[in-house]
């Protein structure tokens, strides 16, 4: 019942927030003047089925495009007139009946502007990108959604603002504020905004054409972070709970190589006396037929505190290990999955969404002692472009700790971006969670969330 009125409560929401995105984004789309943009920019590309959650970043795609024709195009910018202008509204209402039977709900309307210029003198660029998340329903019992500020507040900020030195085209040097995605440092772009980052990083993308094996190699200090619903940045070790007056940043260091089907990878993130995290990943596919492929994936994280321990005061350490089995026929993904956590304190994930096998919508199944087994079945339709649904099972043990319970969580996700037409660069997203925790009392969790994004074409 309690679903049902989230949903209810949900659906004139986004059809008003579709409405009014769709009209004012496509008026602005015929009036703003932009820089011309490539075919390949603009061309619609079926995405291929992944069992990836919203927030994640798997190793093989951290620090740079997915392919490398996306990498060289925005190399071969030049100066003012290749300036790419990035225009996204968005539209988000999230509602979630909790354990303890109180609410957070909130419904929100904004997006971002932003752009970055192509290379000056064939050697340096910089960019900028303001967001902003405006309440349009949030009462102030019901915090807590992240689409808002503490306090049901909206907000405005600048997210980004650096410059880019082109090394060769295979290395570039960022310094500034923007966005990444490694495993445990990323955007985690699940609400109306994403983190970003104050850093220095270097990244690199080597071969992946031709045949040819691809090294993904990067890494940086990061100073500070903005987090999803926040218009200030803080020092990470703040960000990651270390008392008031402590202030680290973050090194990190890492590599991923691809071959084929086949890619391995390692990276490693250090705050001195806060914590020290490693996570490696390995991936291996093998083409059964046409249209039928199976993939396996392995997966580690090690955690542990590091130097003077002032994240918690006291020494700790903890990690996971999962495996993934996954098989592709046509647009169908059929995903299995396990994880396991030891050690002395559950996983940490403070500058991230989880990397975890079995993290989906509102668990991430990483608490110390605890199993979790994962099944996925998805669907990409051939009939209407773009369209896709999934559906999924976790099912988790009783942790270590005698005060926490296990739990089970059903998702449910239908997702359409439109690739052509009168609303080309629409996004409709539905997704529906209900987690089951056992314990003295048997008590649930209903997450609703209803997402609309425009991205305006030719911009």
Same mark, same amino acid.
């Given at each position: 019942?309690?679903?049902?009125?989230?949903?209810?409560?949900?659906?004139?929401?986004?059809?008003?927030?579709?409405?009014?995105?769709?009209?004012?984004?496509?008026?602005?789309?015929?009036?703003?003047?932009?820089?011309?943009?490539?075919?390949?920019?603009?061309?619609?590309?079926?995405? /291929?089925?992944?069992?990836?959650? &919203?927030?994640?970043?798997?190793?093989?795609?951290?620090?740079?495009?997915?392919?490398?024709?996306?990498?060289?195009?925005?190399?071969?910018?030049?100066?003012? &007139?290749?300036?790419?202008?990035?225009?996204?509204?968005?539209?988000? +209402?999230?509602?979630?009946?909790?354990?303890?039977?109180?609410?957070?709900?909130?419904?929100?309307?904004?997006?971002?502007?932003?752009?970055?210029?192509?290379?000056?003198?064939?050697?340096?660029?910089?960019?900028?990108?303001?967001?902003?998340?405006?309440?349009?329903?949030? =009462? /102030?019992?019901? *915090?807590?959604?992240?689409?808002?500020? =503490?306090?049901?507040?909206? +907000?405005?900020?600048?997210?980004?603002?650096?410059?880019?030195?082109?090394?060769?085209?295979?290395?570039?040097?960022?310094?500034?504020?923007?966005?990444?995605?490694?495993?445990?440092?990323?955007?985690?772009?699940?609400?109306?905004?994403?983190?970003?980052?104050?850093?220095?990083?270097?990244?690199?993308?080597?071969?992946? !054409?031709?045949?040819?094996? %691809?090294?993904?190699?990067?890494?940086?200090?990061?100073?500070?972070?903005?987090?999803?619903?926040?218009?200030?940045?803080?020092?990470?070790?703040?960000?990651?709970?270390?008392?008031?007056?402590?202030?680290?940043?973050?090194?990190?260091?890492?590599?991923? @190589?691809?071959?084929?089907? @086949?890619?391995?990878?390692?990276?490693?993130?250090?705050? !001195?006396?806060?914590?020290?995290? @490693?996570?490696?990943?390995?991936?291996?596919?093998?083409?059964?037929?046409?249209?039928?492929?199976?993939?396996?994936?392995?997966?580690?994280?090690?955690?542990?505190?590091?130097?003077?321990?002032?994240?918690?005061?006291? !020494?700790?350490?903890? *990690?996971?290990?999962?495996?993934?089995?996954?098989?592709?026929?046509?647009?169908?993904?059929?995903?299995?999955?396990?994880?396991?956590?030891?050690?002395?304190?559950?996983?940490?994930?403070?500058?991230?969404?989880?990397?975890?096998?079995?993290?989906?919508?509102?668990?991430?199944?990483?608490?110390?002692? %605890?199993?979790?087994?994962?099944?996925?079945?998805?669907?990409?339709? &051939?009939?209407?472009?773009?369209?896709?649904?999934?559906?999924?099972?976790?099912?988790?043990? *009783?942790? &270590?700790?005698?005060?926490?319970?296990?739990?089970?969580?059903?998702? @449910?996700?239908?997702?359409?971006?439109?690739?052509?037409?009168?609303?080309?660069?629409?996004?409709?997203?539905?997704?529906?969670?209900?987690?089951?925790?056992?314990?003295?009392? %048997?008590?649930?969790?209903?997450?609703?969330?209803?997402?609309?994004?425009?991205?305006?074409?030719?911009?």
């Amino acid at each position: 019942m309690e679903a049902y009125r989230l949903v209810a409560r949900a659906a004139p929401m986004a059809t008003c927030g579709l409405l009014s995105i769709a009209l004012a984004c496509s008026a602005h789309a015929q009036t703003q003047a932009a820089p011309p943009a490539s075919v390949e920019d603009d061309e619609y590309v079926e995405a /291929e089925p992944s069992s990836t959650e &919203q927030g994640q970043t798997p190793l093989d795609e951290a620090f740079a495009p997915r392919d490398r024709a996306a990498w060289i195009r925005e190399t071969r910018r030049k100066a003012w &007139q290749d300036t790419k202008w990035d225009v996204q509204a968005r539209t988000f +209402y999230l509602g979630r009946d909790k354990y303890d039977n109180t609410e957070s709900e909130a419904w929100a309307l904004g997006g971002s502007v932003g752009f970055k210029t192509g290379y000056f003198r064939e050697r340096f660029a910089f960019g900028a990108t303001g967001y902003t998340s405006q309440k349009l329903y949030g =009462p /102030e019992d019901k *915090d807590g959604t992240l689409l808002l500020k =503490p306090g049901q507040e909206g +907000y405005t900020v600048l997210g980004e603002v650096y410059g880019e030195f082109l090394i060769n085209d295979d290395t570039r040097l960022s310094l500034g504020r923007r966005g990444i995605d490694t495993p445990y440092i990323n955007r985690n772009d699940a609400r109306m905004t994403p983190n970003t980052f104050q850093a220095i990083t270097l990244q690199g993308l080597y071969g992946g !054409d031709e045949g040819r094996p %691809e090294w993904r190699v990067g890494g940086g200090y990061f100073d500070e972070i903005k987090e999803r619903n926040s218009d200030e940045f803080v020092s990470m070790a703040q960000d990651a709970g270390a008392p008031d007056g402590v202030e680290r940043g973050v090194y990190a260091l890492g590599a991923n @190589f691809k071959k084929g089907a @086949f890619s391995v990878g390692a990276i490693g993130y250090y705050s !001195d006396d806060i914590i020290q995290i @490693f996570y490696t990943e390995a991936r291996y596919g093998i083409p059964l037929a046409e249209k039928l492929k199976l993939q396996f994936a392995l997966q580690y994280s090690d955690q542990s505190s590091a130097g003077d321990d002032l994240l918690r005061g006291t !020494d700790f350490s903890s *990690d996971q290990w999962g495996a993934k089995a996954e098989l592709g026929y046509g647009g169908a993904l059929f995903t299995a999955a396990y994880t396991r956590a030891g050690g002395d304190t559950n996983m940490q994930n403070p500058w991230s969404g989880y990397p975890g096998y079995t993290s989906v919508q509102v668990e991430d199944f990483n608490r110390d002692g %605890e199993d979790a087994w994962l099944l996925r079945a998805g669907y990409t339709f &051939q009939t209407i472009k773009g369209a896709s649904v999934y559906a999924l099972y976790v099912d988790g043990s *009783d942790p &270590q700790s005698p005060t926490e319970y296990a739990k089970d969580e059903y998702d @449910f996700n239908f997702q359409w971006a439109i690739g052509d037409g009168f609303l080309q660069g629409l996004l409709i997203r539905l997704r529906y969670a209900h987690v089951r925790q056992e314990g003295p009392v %048997e008590s649930d969790l209903d997450d609703v969330r209803l997402m609309v994004f425009y991205d305006p074409p030719k911009l």
